[in-house]
């Protein structure tokens, strides 16, 4: 007997995505092929919202946050710059939406607190993915599908909050995603450390060879170089929201790094291999359990 493929129960049926840059366009893309699903968007680039409106699949295009609010939705997936996630947050609470509210930002704590103040029932999402390109020209469905995805419901969420919760992880099942929940707090502590403060080393390490060497080194650069300052190439306009957003962090964790490239920068000053074998052999180690993938 031949088995039968249901389609999956789809947690929402109109979802909106304000913002189809690199995140919201590979969003919307990795969503497409669910027929059952509406999808809104919103985008202020012309260009984008000129390629969004030959997509068929897309119920309603609009540059306009306001239209993009006043659509009847199940679920707002904002997707814009932090600060421009923020904003929209304040303009939903001025227009009183009752639907819920999710982000894909890269800090959690600011716009937690800023739909705390607003009365929204939001959770907040962060697709752990992305490439050194933006735009919705660059987005792909494969960079949404399968990645791991964090949710940070606020923790002192009622039942709307729960409730929305559990429909946020169903949905980011059903991508493959790799859905693990903590608090808004906790993720920028954590992706202070191995996103943000990464990306502020390898633009330290590529200005450090610009300011000392300036462009006639880059001919001579090996796969090491480019390797460790590959995510230096990033938009830096974007990465300069994203630190301010999670300065108190970071502040700390560059202090952490400073002092550890002052424990290194003695042992060479002093000729101590010894030393210096110490301070980096527990470092390999560690290194050498990352996931393969």
């Known amino acids: 007997m031949p088995r039968i493929t249901l389609p999956p129960k ?89 639907y819920p509210v999710t ?66 992880k169903a949905l980011h099942d059903l991508l493959g995603c790799r859905v693990r929940i903590m608090s808004a707090a906790d993720h920028d502590r954590l992706y202070g450390l191995v996103s943000h403060l990464p990306f502020l080393t390898a633009s330290a390490l590529a200005g450090t060879a610009l300011r000392l060497g300036g462009e006639d080194v880059l001919p001579w650069a090996g796969t090491g170089f480019k390797d460790t300052t590959r995510v230096g190439a990033s938009a830096p306009a974007k990465w300069v929201e994203i630190a301010m957003e999670n300065a108190d962090n970071l502040v700390d964790d560059i202090g952490a790094l400073m002092n550890l490239l002052g424990e290194i920068r003695r042992s ?7 030393e210096l074998m110490n301070i980096l052999g527990p470092i390999s180690a560690f290194r050498q359990k990352l996931p393969k993938a």
């Open 268 to 274: 060479l000053k002093t000729g101590d291999a010894d």
């Open 103 to 168: 982000d894909a930002g890269s800090t959690k704590s600011p716009i937690t607190a800023a739909a705390s103040r607003a009365g929204l029932t939001f959770c907040g999402g962060h697709p752990i993915s992305g490439r050194e390109v933006s735009g919705y020209a660059n987005s792909s469905a494969d960079l949404i599908r399968g990645c791991l995805y964090i949710l940070t419901p606020p923790e002192d969420g009622g039942p709307e909050v729960m409730d929305l919760t559990k429909k946020l």
């Open 10 to 98: 789809l947690p929402f049926k109109r979802v909106g995505i304000a913002g189809l840059g690199l995140i919201g366009g590979s969003l919307a893309k990795a969503l497409i092929p669910f027929g059952g699903l509406e999808l809104y968007v919103f985008d202020r680039d012309p260009k984008t919202v000129e390629a969004a409106r030959k997509v068929r699949r897309f119920a309603a295009v609009t540059d306009q946050a306001e239209t993009f609010i006043d659509w009847p939705l199940d679920l707002a997936y904002l997707c814009l710059p932090v600060r421009r996630n923020v904003e929209l947050v304040n303009l939903m609470a001025k227009k009183g939406i009752d």
